[in-house]
């Protein structure tokens, strides 16, 4: 079964730092693209950042770009997020999401994580 | 603001047709495909259609997709009370980033 399982979120403080983790089963990890999306209380779903499956390649949202770094893993069959300098408006759900039906880095997702919820507050 | 625009609400009754639309640029919808979600509430997003009108295996043929120019549509035929979801628009954007609407809320009245 194809699956994706998020871990790491939680409480954090304003200045302070995350590590989101996304394990991945039941695909080839290396050959895909994999994203992160995110989705603040409330509100719509914002594309992050995407990786390249040999993880060469690297895309940020303007919002995020120079204070998360994407990464991945592929002995591990793992995607990261590390999150620096996070503020409040960082407070959100965050999927991890991929799709076998390309290799690029794009916005096409037909496997999606549950989800990890980052609160970022003191 | 979202780059993709898309009307905060839609409704219909039970058996329309409801349709939403989504508006890019020549850097997004207008040079590359388009991507529909549905959410229902609490859970991840759904992929609904791909690659501007096709559907995955499951999704039934009673939603279609179109794009012309830099802009696309999502049709939902024959609604349905189980229809009522959030709906999202998505496009890669020429400027190497990921690009949303700002969803649309679907009422089945």
């Known amino acids: 079964e194809v699956q994706l399982l998020e871990s790491g979120g939680g409480l954090v403080q304003p200045g302070g730092s995350l590590r989101l983790s996304c394990a991945a089963s039941g695909f080839t990890f290396s050959t895909y693209a994999m994203t992160w999306v995110r989705q603040a209380p409330g509100k719509g779903l914002e594309w992050v950042s995407g990786i390249s499956g040999s993880g060469g390649s690297t895309h940020y949202a303007d919002s995020v770009k120079g204070r998360f770094t994407i990464s991945r893993d592929n002995s591990k069959n793992t995607l990261y997020l590390q999150m620096n300098s996070l503020r409040a408006e960082d407070t959100a759900v965050y999927y991890c999401?991929?799709?076998?039906?390309?290799?690029?880095?794009?916005?096409?997702?037909?496997?999606w994580g549950q989800g990890t919820m980052v609160t970022v507050s003191s | 603001q979202s780059v993709l625009t898309q009307p905060p609400s839609a409704s219909g009754t039970p058996g329309q047709r409801v349709t939403i639309s989504c508006s890019g640029s020549s850097s997004n919808i207008g040079s590359n495909s388009v991507y529909w979600y549905q959410q229902l509430p609490g859970t991840a997003p759904k992929l609904l259609i791909y690659?501007?009108?096709q559907r995955p295996s499951g999704v039934p043929d009673r939603f279609s997709g179109s794009k012309s120019g830099a802009s696309a549509s999502l049709a939902i035929s024959g609604l349905r009370s189980e229809d009522e979801a959030d709906y999202y628009c998505?496009?890669?954007?020429?400027?190497?980033?990921?690009?949303f609407g700002g969803g649309t809320k679907l009422t089945v009245l």
């Open positions: 690659w501007n009108n």
């Open positions: 998505a496009a890669w954007d020429d400027r190497l980033k990921g690009v």
């Open positions: 999401a991929t799709s076998e039906k390309t290799t690029s880095v794009t916005t096409l997702f037909d496997i």
